[in-house]
């Protein structure tokens, strides 16, 4: 019987609720087709978390009405292209490119008009996937290809190639309007004024302009392998009293120089005889992210994953491809640390790995992240969960004090809320 219920729910997944079937949701299934038009009841808009256990496709079609241009970056981790057979149903058949297109076509209205989009996903699919998200998105609007180290150690039972990598995908809605996070530059760190790639060109320096780490005294005749000084001059207290114009393969012309002086940069010339310039707004600029996401930056493995899991948990727990709270987190950084009341969606949401990550930032930078997560009723294999949903719930309500509406569909959308108080 447990046999026949599996491969029943295979083939018809959203007639269950959690283990058990709804017999009067496959009584109204199976019933002939009427002429009547069928609506699908909306979801309503409220603000703050969301968990809604229902096939995704259903939950992203009534969502159209009410949640269009909501979402600031939609992060999935859909199921690999394995050849194993999905639990997610199709309603519209198609191969597994049609069917993720059909989602993310569901999900584009969903996103404001500078959204980002990243895409978890392994070796077997990660060209087509690339194919999919050109077609929805455009292809000027991708924007690359994000290396993650999945594991510490390959497999030695490979009889190929030991993998230790999958890929996340990123795209946007407009790529000129992204504006992709990755780290702080450094604050006091001078940059250099002259590189040997550079065109030559003269920069003048009027008197008292020009700071430098050179003792006190009268320098006759400086020399630089790079730069070229029309003059000698005089230091006192770090600074040239002199004017001086100096030659070199300068990364500025004489108009940014001057610029830069005017809003506050300084331009110090070393004991060397080298130009660094402090900028003015150096604290607050930033590198982009990086294309290999490791340890190196803090993002861990799926063994890092089943160790949080067993920790939210209270027990030891195997959740297959749960993805680190720190990959998580890093990526929701690059995409909304300009935009801290961001609005996060997930339609494959697993075990809450996407609203883990968006809880760590909110307390890393004070944000008012919100999360709005879909996840099928998949019957989970084991005694104290029936069903996937069941496992995000617990894990959202043991670190989210904000409440979360809770959401299930039958005839209509209806909702509880966890953490109510």
């Not at 895409?119 to 609007?141: A, C, Y």
């Not at 803090?298 to 920790?311: C, F, I, K, M």
């Amino acid at each position: 019987m447990e046999e026949r219920k599996k491969i029943f729910f295979e083939l018809f997944p959203e007639v269950f609720r959690g283990k058990e079937i709804d017999w009067k949701h496959l009584k109204h299934m199976l019933e002939p087709e009427s002429n009547e038009i069928k609506i699908t009841p909306n979801i309503p808009l409220v603000d703050g978390d969301h968990l809604v256990c229902s096939e995704n496709g259903l939950a992203l079609e009534s969502m159209q009405a009410n949640y269009q241009s909501q979402f600031d970056l939609l992060y999935i981790d859909p199921p690999y292209n394995t050849g194993r057979k999905f639990t997610y149903h199709d309603k519209r058949g198609g191969d597994w490119l049609g069917w993720m297109r059909e989602r993310l076509l569901l999900a584009k209205p969903l996103l404001t008009d500078d959204a980002v989009i990243f895409v978890s996903i392994g070796d077997e699919e990660v060209h087509n996937m690339r194919f999919v998200l050109e077609e929805v998105f455009g292809k000027e609007n991708y924007i690359g290809t994000l290396t993650w180290v999945k594991k510490k150690k390959g497999s030695h039972l490979s009889s190929t190639l030991r993998s230790i990598t999958e890929f996340v995908l990123c795209c946007s809605i407009n790529k000129k309007k992204t504006d992709l996070y990755g780290e702080k530059a450094y604050a006091v760190k001078a940059q250099p004024l002259a590189k040997k790639i550079n065109s030559r060109k003269r920069l003048h320096f009027a008197k008292g302009t020009l700071r430098t780490t050179l003792m006190d005294g009268e320098y006759q005749d400086p020399q630089n392998h790079l730069l070229n000084f029309s003059n000698g001059f005089v230091v006192r207290d770090g600074l040239i009293l002199d004017e001086v114009t100096i030659e070199g393969p300068f990364v500025w012309v004489q108009s940014k120089l001057d610029t830069e002086l005017a809003l506050g940069s300084t331009v110090v010339l070393s004991s060397k005889m080298g130009l660094n310039v402090h900028r003015h707004n150096q604290k607050d600029k930033y590198k982009r992210p990086l294309t290999l996401l490791s340890a190196a930056i803090g993002v861990g493995t799926y063994e890092d994953s089943h160790a949080e899991l067993s920790r939210d948990l209270d027990e030891e727990f195997v959740f297959s491809y749960s993805k680190p709270t720190s990959l998580m987190t890093y990526l929701i950084r690059a995409a909304t640390h300009h935009k801290p009341t961001a609005k996060i969606l997930d339609f494959f949401a697993g075990s809450g790995s996407t609203a883990r990550g968006v809880q760590e930032l909110n307390l890393e930078d004070g944000g008012r992240r919100t999360f709005f997560l879909i996840q099928q009723e998949e019957p989970y294999e084991g005694e104290r969960f029936e069903s996937i949903c069941d496992i995000a719930k617990l894990r959202l309500q043991k670190y989210t004090k904000n409440k979360i509406l809770l959401w299930s569909c039958t005839e209509d959308w209806n909702h509880i809320e966890l953490n109510p108080n």
